[in-house]
């Protein structure tokens, strides 16, 4: 798990992967097969099909002059929405360094079932989008300019949050990647109404003493490279008084969430998403 876990973050490379992995298996063709084994299935872990008829979910562009110039998403409401007296709240749904991959939509509609409309850019957009292979797709996301998808990400949450049929109130959920762009939204947005990091990289203490939405923090146990940074992140958001809950699950591995790989902790990632939808319900329905 460990080094699966930097060959997914870009640590190691595919050859450097299956060489490591040998030691533990019967050769490099065992190891081929772990790192079959070990990768997404898509199709088996969908909970909510893309033409599920309670839902309206269609790709959506928008502009970014700070950032890559257009960003582009996929937009997921209940059927009805746009008609209902009562405006729902907004999520803006970060996907992890692959870009928006089916499993990240399938959150997205997860999320809209509960009563939310749910946004879920695709960082890969300006180099062509979610390529449709894992691989692929973590060999493109180091070409990425950081600083332009951040802006992207913060264009997608300004509109999301002026959408008419939203309430406007905004929350942002990410996962590893994207958890470390839920934080940086976090301490951008002075008027973001929650945001729920799942194993995020964690801000400075200079960035955390500007947040001032409320954070209801996911980690797994076994994750040392992300929990490093825990410490001095709860003692920044503790100097600045920002309102926060932090859950450790114990057993897991970092992207336990993720229901598409062996990873998945079924247990913990029940618990966490019940918090999460909680969380969002407490402070997004005004």
Partial sequence: MRLFDQYVHGLLERRGFLQSAAKYTAGIVAAEALLAELSPNFAHAQQVKGDDSRLLARHVEITSPQGYGTVRGYLVQPVGASEAKAKLPTVLVVHENRGLNPHIEDVARRLALENFIAFAPDALFPLGGYPGDEDKAR???????????????????????????????????????????????????????????????????????????????????????????????????????????????????????????????????????????????AHLRT
């Fill in 139 to 281: 060999e493109l996301f180091p070409k990425l300019d950081q600083a332009k998808t951040r802006q992207d990400f913060l264009a997608a949450a300004a509109y999301l949050q002026a959408l008419p049929q939203g309430n406007g109130q905004l929350g942002a959920v990410g996962f590893c990647y994207g958890g470390s762009v839920s934080n940086f939204l976090a301490t951008q947005l002075p008027k973001l109404g929650a945001a729920v990091p799942f194993y995020g990289g964690q801000p400075s203490a200079e960035d955390a003493a500007r947040i001032r939405a409320p954070l209801l923090l996911q980690y797994a146990a076994n994750d040392e490279r992300i929990n490093a940074g825990w410490p001095a992140y709860e003692a920044a958001l503790k100097a600045a008084k920002v309102r926060y809950e932090a859950h450790t699950y114990p057993g897991t591995q970092h992207g336990f969430h993720n229901d598409t790989t062996p990873r998945y902790d079924a247990a913990a990632a029940s618990l966490a998403w019940q918090r999460t939808v909680a969380f969002f319900n």
